[in-house]
């Protein structure tokens, strides 16, 4: 079982940056595949960005070039730095993990991105 806590998400003007950070605990970290995924009002849950234990990373197209998902396996982390912030980025942004063997999928509680125009 993986518990996943994230973090950092807020009000920011268009243009802005934010960094939202995810812990995990429960787990060897490096067994799992992380990403963040978004949920827009009215929308389905799409994929941002994510990142296997050996670094290799994959973004949605509309995001690419503004936002950058780095983890620290020391610290059991995950990062998205989040650059340029459109309105359109508003969300709430949730923390995923997959692990490498089992394919088992977890969640973090959501954390709130609200890019003002």
């Known amino acids: 079982q993986v518990q996943l806590v994230e973090s950092g998400g807020g009000l920011v003007q268009a243009g802005g940056s934010l960094r939202l950070s995810c812990t995990a605990s429960g787990s060897i970290f490096s067994s799992n595949t992380m990403g963040w995924y978004r949920q827009a009002p009215g929308k389905q849950r799409e994929l941002v960005a994510s990142i296997t234990n050996g670094g290799t990373t994959n973004y949605q197209l509309s995001v690419k070039g503004r936002f950058t998902i780095s983890r620290d396996n020391a610290k059991n982390t995950v990062y998205l730095q989040m650059n340029s912030l459109k309105p359109e980025d508003t969300g709430v942004y949730y923390c995923?993990?997959?692990?490498?063997?089992?394919?088992?999928?977890?969640w973090g509680q959501g954390t709130q991105v609200t890019v003002s125009s």
């Open positions: 995923w993990a997959k692990n490498i063997w089992s394919r088992s999928q977890y």
